[in-house]
């Protein structure tokens, strides 16, 4: 049978190039029709240290990353001694003679004979697409493409290194199956997390975001930045979080979309901010982009346990939305609705994101820009009863928003409880009204929210239930297991709060075995869900050391 | 023509005698003398006696949280240059709580007037010390006196070569309204420190405390020259100088964006063709 | 009937004296024997407004405020028309002539004639002492003890227009009861919720607190300072809310217990650290007095709108403890308990308090201070086994902890997850000890659970639950309930997690009907209770508006 | 006697070339010159790659969050003030996340040694501008260029009249080690900013341009002149001066505190018959 889907890891040292490597190659396989999954890991340093950067690709769609590496490249030798025993039967180890030449499945490369050490990872390029099948055009197209612009020499260079270990390994013999060629492949783009978030927040009219740097939220800054000047949008980094959340409330309240990413640590510090937005109305996405605390942690992993925290963010009482994407393409589609359910309804909105997911590459199938439009920012040119009111009560709880500066009419808000007026007040009967007014809100959101996405049997023996990045995982192991003939139905939370039971409480009811899959240690979902439902998940399949769930994982937990 | 009226006149939850009366009344003298109309005006503040006072102008106000005004000033004039952005709040809550948004604002020189009343003292949490309070001052929270050197925000500023830093007195109001004018007309960061009694909290630094060492600068003081400026800054005690103590003429933080140039951020289209463009990169 | 209960409310302008007042007539009252509970309503200003200082007084306990009011001593006219009406009948009110002549049931006092202005309040306290019976010799003694020792003169004068005050008064005909006299005065303190935290950290060994200000809490920190020199401790104002915390665990990481008090929007600022407790180790007992938010909300006023915030605070997971007091001696003792909890188990403890039980004095029974004992601050003088490791894995999650400097032995902590000697790693497999390590102390804290306080029925037919400072009003509605015939049960809950469900579930399936009170209006505490058991309570009585639920509002609020 | 083996040798997390090796090599120096011994000693530091450097030394240590090292460090100060306190960590963590405790550490004059880091860049989060990049300096963060006014932090320490304000540079490792055995005899709040060239994500300040710009101090030049310490803070460009810039003799923080007179507070006992009497005045 032909091996139709492959995992290959590089690993190395930070600094030896391994993600420019890892890029190219995604590149160029996506070019080639390929599906892929990109799963990073990396060290909180700068050089050194033992980085991996993995490719699952596949001639079918790929949901999730897999454990069993297929096609080990080996950037060093630490890389062959840690992953060795990862290689399945059939796997390839390929690395220089320093690096493994006595293991046994190895394919030695005479990197120092084939270019400087400072391109091994272009000669690495060229031999694993000759093990791949990839064409020698398609990939010298990706390599330009990426240094083509910047210094023609060096693009120069590079192409010669590339055929040169092109022509070395076609020389090969070598027992690894070139992947099969994809009969129709249909353009993709490849795009990561973090890079969809930003592009999903741009396309929905994005105009400012304000930020600390924090791994593994600064990316989606960056991508906002390198944009600003096309797409007419100020990115500023802020002295601290602090300052960040705050920026973006005076910026959305004088009348712009804005987005703040951050980490947990760094969120811990816009909790006041996100108070203010509650109480003043003030419409601002959160991205909280997590990775396994408490407090530094491990700073470049990833994890799923600030749920909890992020919807009892602030004190005092407020509605909010909180949306979890699961694949790059919900990063994208969610990171507009969050903007829009923000402006809808005035007030802090959460995209909550991770580590894996920040920084999975996947082939993605372009969006759709001419059918879309920015988001409606929910605001009014003039006021429609006299004197404006900010808080006017209004039976949605939602008031016409003006913008300071825009018409004659003043806008006062803020912080303090207040009348209609936004100024302060000492009234109590007032202060009902308003917590009743704010309240109200949450219906409206409610009549908004996504509903859990539901495949496989309506009442199966087992249901998998999941949030955020676990979805693809949740999802293979679930076709997994429906191999070995259990009727398998699973669940996943892009919007995790509010919960709304008749959206999924029938199907947990029909379920043999509800089980809650998630990167956590509390079991944060489940808790939630018992919370607003009373239904106890029968059993929890958590992760909290610091890698994605896989599917392998889960069939392991739930074998326990 | 705008008028003081124009500005409204409110019930204020301020204690008689209170030095913050005539910093209001200053405020509006230096809004109308430059022209503004309410609308044309954003006043931010955080939390304090202080910054109650934008409750107290009939303008556009968001008062924010305690100590974090001035990033929430700093969005709100990036998003909409065309407003002018005054933020007006104690010294708690500048110097204190915010006090790195104070150095921030300052290194970027964005166009905000900063009024800090300072009254040496945490006003509306009944009087424990404000990082301007002297050394020794004793209160509730301080029974042993101040331990730390009281922060000298004029100081700080002409060091980090702020573009306009002056010291003005609740008890001269005449010579506060004008300094507030000149701060208003100034493009880039201006800091207004305004010396404040409190007549509940501050029995050290009273009105007549103040009023006895107060003086204006000298017509000829030349508040362009930094080692001047510097020297002037550090002087307080028996005598403590009044006005425009140093000023330069750094490019604003909001000319250093080249979207900005365009004019404001509110209502531009969202470029739909350009983001296609962005998209093909990632095929 | 003998009025045994009377409740008298002093309305007026900050800035009038009227807390002055109203200490002196607690202290009074209480030196006479009876007792009392206050009930402080102030504004978010220093001079002007409306205050109250309302104290309900008897010859029996009192647990809960009242809504009625006997004897309403008015400062100004405004204090009549607001309160007019809530005045019982057979009450009185007293004002000034310019006040409230007009009203029947008044007693005019010639304020003018009896004292000068800035003397009004001793006035009023000579007027209404002897309405309620006072001795003058036990009222001029409060008295003294307020003014005498500060000024001789003053301490004269004062005296002087008390017994003017009292004379005048003695010669009133008033159709007001005076109280009965208290058979055998107990000897009680008086004393209020933030008091009763700072004593009982003292007695606990508390040596350090950083804090700044914010209504209100500040008190306690002001409480501890006053008391610094003679008790050995460092209170240090610190330059914003984020540098209290870290101080607080620099200062218990080198070796003293730490206290550190703050409200909503201070503490949001805090939950950064709070984690860092939580990973590095470090004992910190942080209090949160609560106040209405979102936001700055309602400064002065009170409100249970952060449980849910507190118990979720911090990214990342971690074990943590949340007392919820009910009664000012609750506060001392569970301040002690917190402390003692938090050094066992090596991280964030939690004390929840509010506005309403910060500022109300009460009728307290001196604490047996001589069979008291400074807490165990969990601290080891030497190695048990070496190299020594601040994180070393026991059974039960809690290492072994020296003091950096107290011996020759190195003591290395942090954020960052560790192995056990506490440097950084990046080794996944320590990852997943370590956070089973850190979750292993929950077990511990649990053992100590302070279990929720039962009363009346144990089967009843209504069972009122609820937390923290409200457990009076509960108690006391349940009491007036019983007397309509329904067999009624209360369950306080001072600890809010972890929650056992033993200590209470039985007692909710056995009730007819489950009722959760709360200050707030999302039902905190019927939320979790949910969560963590499957119970849905029937039905819940809250309240929003800043003000403390009363017996009288869980009775209307019942009958809806 | 303490050698610097005692202080140990660890693998770093750190890019070959990096200026961090120097310093931490001039760091343990002057702790053997100071005659300090690893249990006598705790270094707090935050995040980041400089505050990695604590993790390298055999000795107490507190590794705390990003920005938040001086507050830990204060607090360990005061409650054992025999503990020699050493805050280690870089500029984006002491001038950006935590710029208010700088000033408040300056203002307390805390007998802390403050050693800083100053890549002028993020080194560990790969890049982004720290509050000392130059204006106009091109980074991911910053496409169009930094378009805030760099933070001197040495202008600023000096201007707060801090008792302690030093320079190094981690090339002239000897020089470095002589500031830090001072500024660790020092009595209060001692900051040293040291030049590090960061050959990872700083291609302009690197170990060439500072090389060309340091010169150090002459012996003639005198501290204790504030006039002048504040013109030499103002120093920065084709010279950059290096050395103690200024010093003075404030009264510690913790001399403020009566309590801390009789000792740490460590171990003291909780004295029950005071109490009572405390307890007294509820009565
Ligand atoms: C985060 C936070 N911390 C503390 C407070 C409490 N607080 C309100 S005003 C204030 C001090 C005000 O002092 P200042 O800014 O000098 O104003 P003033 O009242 O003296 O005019 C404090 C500490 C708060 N509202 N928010
Ligand atoms: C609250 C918080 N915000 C952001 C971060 C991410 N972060 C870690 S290190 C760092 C900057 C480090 O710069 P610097 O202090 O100059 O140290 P360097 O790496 O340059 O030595 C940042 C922003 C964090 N850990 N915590
Ligand atoms: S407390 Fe002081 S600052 Fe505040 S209003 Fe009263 S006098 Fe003015
Ligand atoms: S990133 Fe820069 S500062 Fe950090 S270790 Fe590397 S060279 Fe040094
Ligand atoms: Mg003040
Ligand atoms: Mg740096």
Same mark, same amino acid.
């Given at each position: 049978m032909e091996k139709t889907d492959v995992t290959l890891l590089i690993g190395g040292e930070a600094g030896q190039g391994l993600v420019t490597l890892g890029q190219l190659l995604a590149k160029s396989l996506v070019h080639a029709g390929y599906s892929i999954l990109v799963t990073q890991s990396y060290q909180s340093r700068i050089r050194g240290g033992h980085n991996t950067f993995a490719i699952r690709v596949s001639t079918e769609a790929v949901v999730a990353p897999r454990e069993s590496v297929d096609l080990l490249i080996a950037m060093n030798a630490e890389t062959v001694t840690l992953h060795k025993a990862e290689v399945a039967d059939g796997g390839l180890i390929v690395a220089d003679e320093a690096h493994g030449t006595e293991t046994d499945g190895c394919l030695v490369v005479?990197? /120092? /004979?084939?270019?400087?050490?400072? %391109?091994? @990872?272009? +000669? =690495?390029?060229?031999? +694993?697409?000759?093990?791949?099948?990839?064409?020698?055009?398609?990939?010298?197209? #990706?390599?330009? !493409?990426?240094?083509?612009?910047? !210094?023609?020499?060096?693009?120069?260079?590079?192409?010669? $290194?590339?055929?040169?270990?092109? !022509?070395?390994?076609?020389?090969?013999?070598?027992?690894?199956?070139?992947?099969?060629?994809?009969?129709?492949?249909? /353009?993709?783009? +490849?795009?990561?997390? @973090?890079?969809?978030?930003?592009?999903?927040?741009?396309?929905?009219?994005?105009?400012?975001?304000? %930020?600390?740097?924090?791994?593994?939220?600064? #990316?989606?800054?960056? @991508?906002?930045?390198? /944009?600003?000047?096309?797409?007419?949008?100020?990115?500023?980094?802020?002295?601290?979080? $602090?300052? =960040? *959340? @705050?920026?973006?409330?005076?910026? #959305?309240?004088?009348? +712009?979309?804005?987005?703040?990413?951050?980490s947990g640590g760094g969120f811990a510090l816009m909790t006041e901010g996100v108070s203010l937005a509650g109480m003043s109305e003030t419409p601002v996405l959160i991205v909280v982009a997590q990775r396994p605390g408490p407090a530094t942690g491990l700073p470049t992993r990833t994890e799923q346990a600030d749920l909890e925290f992020v919807l009892h963010s602030g004190h005092g009482e407020f509605p909010r939305a909180i949306f979890s994407p699961g694949t790059v393409e919900e990063c994208f589609w969610l990171a507009r609705k969050s903007l829009e359910v923000a402006a809808k309804f005035q007030g802090p909105v959460f995209l909550l994101t991770d580590q894996f997911l920040a920084d999975s590459s996947r082939a993605v199938t372009p969006f759709d820009i001419d059918n879309l439009e920015p988001i409606d920012p929910g605001i009014e040119t003039d006021a429609s009863s006299l004197p404006y009111s900010r808080y006017a009560i209004t039976p949605s709880g939602v008031s016409p928003r003006l913008l300071p500066g825009m018409t004659k009419h003043l806008v006062v808000a803020g912080g303090d409880e207040h009348p209609v007026d936004g100024h302060l007040t000492e009234d109590l009967s007032i202060r009902e009204v308003m917590v009743e007014k704010r309240m109200r809100k949450e219906q409206g959101i409610i009549a908004e929210v996504v509903p859990p996405e539901a495949q496989g049997d309506e009442r199966p023996d087992l249901l998998l239930v999941t949030w955020g990045s676990s979805k693809g995982s949740v999802l293979e192991a679930a076709d997994q297991l429906r191999n070995e003939t259990t009727r398998v139905g699973t669940l996943h939370f892009s919007q995790v709060w509010p919960l709304v039971p008749d959206h999924f409480l029938q199907r947990f009811q029909d379920a043999g075995k509800v089980v809650c899959v998630e990167g956590n240690a509390f079991g944060q979902l489940a808790?939630? *869900?018992?919370?607003?439902?009373?239904?106890?998940?029968? #059993?929890?399949?958590?992760?909290? !050391?610091?890698?994605? *769930?896989?599917?392998?994982? $889960?069939?392991?937990?739930?074998?326990? | 023509m705008v008028t003081i009226e124009d500005y409204g006149k409110y019930e204020t939850a301020w204690c008689p005698g209170c030095g913050n009366f005539s910093i209001l009344d200053a405020v509006k003298r230096g809004l109308v003398t430059s022209e503004l109309e309410p609308h044309q005006v954003l006043f931010v503040s955080g939390i304090g006696q202080a910054a109650k006072a934008p409750h107290y102008l009939n303008t556009n106000v968001f008062n924010g949280l305690h100590g974090r005004a001035l990033p929430v000033a700093s969005g709100a004039k990036l998003a909409n240059p065309n407003l002018k952005v005054i933020v007006e709040s104690g010294d708690g809550c500048n110097y204190g709580e915010g006090g790195n948004h104070f150095l921030a604002a300052i290194r970027r020189n964005i166009d905000l007037t900063l009024i800090v009343h300072d009254n040496q003292i945490y006003g509306l949490t009944k009087g424990q010390a404000s990082p301007t309070s002297e050394e020794g001052l004793i209160t509730k929270a301080q029974p042993e006196g101040v331990a730390s050197a009281p922060f000298n925000p004029i100081a700080v500023a002409v060091a980090m070569q702020a573009s306009f830093v002056a010291r003005g007195f609740s008890g001269m109001i005449d010579h506060l309204a004008g300094l507030l004018k000149e701060a208003m007309a100034h493009e880039g960061f201006a800091l207004i420190d305004v010396l404040q009694p409190c007549v509940s909290f501050n029995k050290v630094n009273t009105f007549a405390w103040y009023k006895k060492r107060c003086y204006t600068l000298p017509d000829e003081y030349d508040p362009t020259d930094w080692r001047s400026a510097m020297q002037t800054a550090m002087e307080w005690g028996d005598k403590i100088p009044l006005g425009i103590i140093y000023r330069n003429q750094r490019t604003t933080f909001e000319k250093r964006f080249s979207v900005l140039q365009q004019g404001p951020l509110i209502g531009r289209d969202t470029d739909f063709g350009e983001l296609k463009k962005i998209l093909e990169k990632f095929a």
């Open positions: 005479p990197y /120092q /004979q084939l270019g400087e050490t400072r %391109f091994a @990872n272009v +000669v =690495a390029l060229g031999v +694993v697409s000759v093990l791949l099948g990839l064409d020698q055009p398609l990939v010298a197209r #990706s390599l330009d !493409d990426f240094f083509g612009k910047k !210094d023609h020499e060096m693009a120069e260079k590079n192409r010669q $290194i590339l055929t040169t270990a092109f !022509d070395w390994c076609d020389q090969q013999t070598v027992a690894f199956e070139k992947l099969p060629p994809v009969a129709k492949p249909i /353009q993709r783009m +490849v795009m990561n997390g @973090n890079e969809a978030i930003a592009m999903g927040a741009l396309s929905a009219g994005v105009k400012f975001c304000s %930020f600390y740097p924090m791994t593994p939220a600064t #990316s989606i800054a960056l @991508n906002l930045a390198a /944009q600003a000047g096309r797409m007419g949008l100020v990115v500023e980094q802020a002295e601290d979080e $602090i300052a =960040a *959340i @705050n920026m973006a409330i005076g910026a #959305s309240f004088a009348g +712009v979309p804005s987005i703040v990413p951050t808790r939630l *869900i018992r919370r607003e439902t009373g239904f106890a998940v029968h #059993s929890r399949v958590l992760r909290y !050391d610091g890698l994605p *769930i896989t599917p392998e994982y $889960i069939i392991r937990e739930l074998g326990d | -």
